[in-house]
């Protein structure tokens, strides 16, 4: 059974720092693709960040600079380092397993982040 479980949301004022972690079973992780998405209310999911097996990393325009993904093969883990938020990353993060060759698409159920004063 597969299963990703997102950790380290929570509230955080303008200008803080979160990190969030999606801890990964049933996968042989270090071959799959990781990806973190958002979903703000009334909006669509976007893709925020993906790093691939060979720790290749791409991000959304919007967190540049701000945001890093990185991957513990050693502890099926991925991270996300959220740091300088805006109230506009406010969003239920969620995180993605992907290996594109064999059809496998898995999800977690999410983390809040709230971004607020």
């Known amino acids: 059974q597969v299963q990703l479980v997102e950790s380290g949301g929570g509230l955080v004022q303008p200008g803080g720092s979160l990190r969030l972690s999606c801890a990964a079973s049933g996968i042989i992780f270090r071959i799959y693709a990781m990806g973190w998405y958002r979903q703000a209310p009334g909006k669509q999911r976007e893709l925020v960040a993906v790093?691939?097996?060979?720790?290749?990393?791409n991000y959304a325009d919007s967190v540049k600079g701000r945001f890093t993904i990185s991957r513990d093969n050693a502890k099926n883990t991925a991270y996300l380092q959220m740091n300088s938020l805006k109230p506009e990353d406010t969003a239920v993060y969620c995180c993605?397993?992907?290996?594109?060759?064999?059809?496998?698409?898995?999800w977690g159920q999410g983390t809040q982040v709230t971004v607020s004063s």
């Open positions: 993605n397993a992907k290996r594109a060759t064999i059809g496998n698409d898995f």
């Open positions: 790093i691939t097996s060979d720790g290749t990393t």
